[in-house]
């Protein structure tokens, strides 16, 4: 059996990097199941074992980018938030996050049968590991908006939780609506009435 490629730190680092945008692309344009590793290895000009030197498995290289998501998205709520202190910033981040949902289901549906075949495949401790604390962030987003609430905490994060799970209901506003018009005055009007 052929040893595996020995790599520089700087080219693992550089590797990982294409690597996880190219999943990126992929699992946005096709879903999980149908990005392979050799189209992702085709598509960075690598070997199967080069990407096997770096993940172990795909899914592996699946929870890195879906990490690395997370923390981008959140960076992009919160700079939102930090750079717009007022309500209709903190509108405008709930309204940024929401068309960033619909615009790439296949990453954002945990419900679809494609990101279910591929959290059924992760050990329990990757799960923990890639589990998003969307209270954790509600906190985070309220703290940087320097805003304050004038419902309970939990309560609040309940209403924009379900807010944004308005998405599932596309299909049926877009025959009659402009869904994002609807989301829009839902977030506007909640948002007034939620802080102070």
């Not at 795909?58 to 919160?78: C, G, H, P, W, Y």
């Not at 007022?86 to 494609?114: C, H, I, W």
Request: proline share 3%; glycine share 4%.
């Amino acid at each position: 059996m052929p040893s595996k490629p020995v790599l520089l730190d700087a080219d693992k680092k550089r590797i990982r990097e294409k690597l996880e945008a190219l999943c990126e692309a992929c699992w946005i344009a096709q879903g999980y199941k149908k990005t392979s590793i050799q189209n992702l290895c085709g598509q960075a000009a690598i070997s199967i074992g080069t990407f096997y030197t770096l993940y172990p498995t795909k899914e592996d290289l699946f929870s890195e980018t879906i990490a690395n998501i997370q923390r981008r998205l959140t960076e992009q709520v919160l700079d939102i938030n930090r750079n717009n202190q007022t309500k209709e910033g903190f509108a405008q981040s709930l309204k940024m996050l929401f068309r960033e949902y619909d615009s790439k289901p296949f990453l954002y549906n945990v419900n679809t049968a494609d990101f279910q075949s591929f959290v059924t495949k992760l050990p329990k401790e990757t799960i923990q590991k890639i589990k998003f604390d969307s209270f954790g962030f509600f906190r985070q987003a309220v703290h940087a908006a320097n805003l304050h609430l004038k419902i309970e905490e939990a309560q609040a994060y309940g209403t924009f939780s379900a807010l944004l799970s308005t998405i599932s209901a596309k299909e049926t506003l877009c025959v009659t609506c402009d869904y994002f018009a609807v989301f829009d005055f839902m977030a506007d009007s909640l948002v007034a009435n939620i802080f102070v």
